[in-house]
């Protein structure tokens, strides 16, 4: 590997740090974890640099593996059954419209955040990242099929398993109860 592919690959990475922080949040549901994820796979992507293939496009590349950096942590993590704080759904929206919501309106947003961060802390891990890359992303269905690895229908399945959770764990908020 020569210097000036260090110094390019270096360029590169923070250029496009921010956003594989974004991605990798809206998955781990924990700033600690999306930076722990990040470095991860930017580790992997730099010993691998001779196997990136020029005509690519490197953020799609660097995407795929923090990606799948961010799947082996969800997995090591279910498997440790370690107790974490999952970051507020709210982080990953923009703010409402409204620059001053009255007191009642925060506490239902509070409420339906820690609603749909509980939904996601039941997810698997292959739910968790569908969802996050459908719902977060915006990524069609053969895009995160691609990126995950697996088939068009087991990624609709994924993300129709972790939709479910959302709407269980929403539903009393629904109804009005």
């Not at 820690?114 to 969802?131: G, K, N, S, W």
């Not at 977060?136 to 087991?154: L, P, W």
């Amino acid at each position: 590997m020569e210097d000036r592919d260090v110094e390019l690959f270096s360029a590169l990475v923070e250029r496009h740090s921010q956003y594989l922080l974004n991605l990798a949040l809206g998955m781990t549901g924990n700033e600690e974890d999306a930076r722990d994820v990040v470095q991860d796979g930017l580790l992997n992507a730099f010993l691998h640099l001779e196997q990136f293939e020029r005509r690519a496009d490197l953020r799609t590349w660097l995407h795929r593996i923090v990606v799948n950096c961010a799947l082996d942590h969800l997995r090591r993590r279910r498997r440790r059954s370690a107790v974490y704080e999952a970051r507020p759904i709210s982080d990953m929206f923009d703010a409402a419209p409204s620059s001053l919501p009255d007191p009642q309106r925060l506490a239902e947003s509070a409420d339906w955040r820690r609603c749909v961060a509980a939904a996601m802390d039941t997810m698997t891990p292959l739910e968790r990242i569908t969802f996050a890359l459908r719902h977060f992303e915006g990524r069609s269905i053969a895009e995160i099929a691609q990126t995950v690895g697996i088939g068009t229908n087991a990624a609709k399945q994924h993300i129709f398993r972790a939709a479910r959770k959302i709407r269980v764990a929403m539903a009393p908020h629904w109804s009005g109860q």
